[in-house]
T-cell receptor, first 110, second 116 residues
Framework: QKEVEQNSGPLSVPEGAIASLNCTYSDRGSQSFFWYRQYSGKSPELIMFIYSNGDKEDGRFTAQLNKASQYVSLLIRDSQPSDSATYLCAAGGGYQKVTFGTGTKLQVIP | GAVVSQHPSWVICKSGTSVKIECRSLDFQATTMFWYRQFPKQSLMLMATSNEGSKATYEQGVEKDKFLINHASLTLSTLTVTSAHPEDSSFYIC????????????FGPGTRLLVL
């Protein structure tokens, strides 16, 4: 069974710090990896996707992928209270369904 | 952008009635759409995969006769909850894969269903 695992948290970081969110996946056939942010009571919104090993940066967000270790991470620099949400990691391949982790709750303390 | 809409955003109905939820991709074509359900403080649960022009594929434990899915066009998928009961009350979210873009799912805003 394909699994994506995340620490449920909550992960608490002070405002301005770097938040590091981690995710591991079991299916070595996964080709694409996604990070979504979900505010309470809202649907998920896509933050980033990554396909290749290494880092991918977009503004304050950096996604990191290590296929050998089956590990994906998301770094949020200069964390803001508005970043407080649940972050979902997802893994997939082709036009098939992706597998979502259960999410990590992030709390940014002002 | 890639915008996905859902209608209605809120619905309250009596037990035993049927409710239809629409999911539309507004600015792109979507061969594949997904329907999820999320209970309070729980993670997303995939219910079914909706493919344009073919029958939906349901996840284990999801009753296909209770949750009817129709994907009649490249921009519209509908989920009908038939004979709804209070335990069907949940947050229903659809997502769509933009055709031609590597399987990135874009989510709709969700529909809250309350069955009395």
């Amino acid at each position: 069974q394909k699994e994506v695992e995340q620490n449920s948290g909550p992960l608490s970081v002070p405002e301005g710090a770097i938040a590091s969110l981690n995710c591991t996946y079991s299916d070595r056939g996964s080709q694409s990896f996604f990070w979504y942010r979900q505010y309470s009571g809202k649907s998920p919104e896509l933050i980033m996707f990554i396909y290749s090993n290494g880092d991918k940066e977009d503004g304050r967000f950096t996604a990191q992928l290590n296929k050998a270790s089956q590990y994906v991470s998301l770094l949020i620099r200069d964390s803001q209270p508005s970043d407080s949400a649940t972050y979902l990691c997802a893994a997939g391949g082709g036009y098939q369904k992706v597998t979502f982790g259960t999410g990590t709750k992030l709390q940014v303390i002002p | 952008g890639a915008v996905v809409s859902q209608h209605p955003s809120w619905v309250i109905c009596k037990s035993g009635t049927s409710v239809k939820i629409e999911c539309r991709s507004l600015d792109f074509q979507a061969t594949t759409m997904f329907w999820y359900r999320q209970f309070p403080k729980q993670s997303l649960m995939l219910m079914a995969t909706s493919n344009e022009g073919s029958k939906a594929t349901y996840e284990q434990g999801v009753e296909k006769d209770k949750f009817l899915i129709n994907h009649a066009s490249l921009t519209l998928s509908t989920l009908t909850v038939t004979s709804a009961h209070p335990e069907d009350s949940s947050f229903y979210i659809c997502s769509a894969i933009r055709t031609g873009v590597r399987e990135t799912q874009y989510f709709g805003p969700g529909t809250r269903l309350l069955v009395l």
